[in-house]
């Protein structure tokens, strides 16, 4: 793999194992139905963003926690398979490896139940004087980890003059001090409607999606980039917008990963030093790529397939 990277990346955050069905419907209440395709994966959203920047030339590390037994053992081997720095991925004797069920209809779109396990014995005393934070340039974290750890691991990046990326997911309501210490928010769009608390199931228009992402901006960071699935990206400054990102027409699979693609994709970016409106555009095209491919880890390219990719698509 090619490293392009001149920055270190900071990945903090969740590992799951995930186990995944396709279902023509979800069941009621009480009810059984039979599923097919059953797949056992490596996951989180943690993880995988780790490996989505390690992937595409970031020098990478990760902070998270599982538990001592098999899955966790399996997940950190597949993580420092990746080149991702894992030495102070904390073990648990308490609790198990983090699980997410993910269910896929034949559209290829998807729901998730996570149980976090683990992830949530990650503490913010781990985080206090740790050396990983002044080796680093950039921070990513997401939400699958206890928030008062996330909070400490922001707070101390922002201490540290580090750029701090913020994947809100999964969203919820209250989270305007964990936005205040973000340098670049990135939700998808039902997470920028409950991140301003609105109705999920919502249809934006652009000019909505764009007052919801003001109103984020409004409370301290210098962007948010909002991910909106096949209409590609929306990035909103003090002083701009911009909708004009390109995304190649594909066939979905799988739609699991593509955040996740896309915030390491973003991170590798910045960390190798594209404008932040050139790191957008290439996150958009490594976020097409993923969800042509079935399950996460597997789905994310390298940067030698999303050029052959993009050499494919774009024609």
């Known amino acids: 793999m090619e490293d392009k990277s001149g920055k270190r990346i900071l990945v903090i955050g969740s590992y799951n194992v995930g186990f995944s069905f396709r279902l023509d419907r979800l069941p009621a209440w009480g009810e059984t139905i039979i599923g097919r395709n059953f797949t056992v994966s490596n996951g989180g959203k943690g993880a995988n963003q780790a490996v989505a920047a390690a992937r595409l030339g970031g020098k990478v590390s990760f902070i998270g926690c599982v538990g001592r037994d098999d899955y966790g053992t399996a997940g950190i081997r597949m993580l ?28 290829g779109e998807n729901c998730i139940v996570v149980d976090p396990g683990a992830n949530y014995d990650l503490l913010p005393d ?30 101390i990046g922002r201490e540290l003059g580090k750029t701090v990326l913020l994947n809100p997911a999964p969203a919820r309501e209250g989270l305007d001090d964990l936005i205040r210490l973000a340098t670049i928010v990135t939700p998808n769009e039902s997470e920028l409607l409950i991140l301003n608390g609105e109705d999920p199931s919502q249809k934006l228009t652009e000019e909505q999606c764009e007052r919801l992402a003001r109103r984020l901006i409004g409370l301290g960071p210098e962007a948010v980039v909002v991910t909106r699935g096949e209409q590609g990206a929306m990035l909103v400054t003090k002083e701009k917008t911009d909708a004009s990102f390109l995304v190649p027409t594909v066939q979905a699979v799988d739609t699991t990963g593509a955040g996740d693609s896309f915030n390491g994709a ?29 399950d996460v880890i597997p789905a994310l390219p390298t940067r030698a397939q999303l050029e052959q990719f993009l050499s494919r698509v774009l024609k």
């Open 266 to 294: 973003l991170a590798a970016a910045l960390a190798e030093g594209k404008k932040l409106t050139e790191a957008v555009q290439f996150a958009c095209f490594a976020g097409a790529f993923c969800v042509t491919k079935q």
């Open 80 to 107: 420092q398979n990746e080149g991702i720095h894992t030495h102070y991925v904390r073990i648990s004797e308490q609790s198990h490896t983090g699980v997410g069920f993910i269910f896929l209809n034949d559209q």
């Open 126 to 155: 781990d985080l206090e004087e740790h050396p990983e934070f002044a080796s680093s340039d950039l921070l990513l974290v997401q939400l699958e980890s206890r928030i008062d750890t996330i909070r400490r691991a922001m707070e």
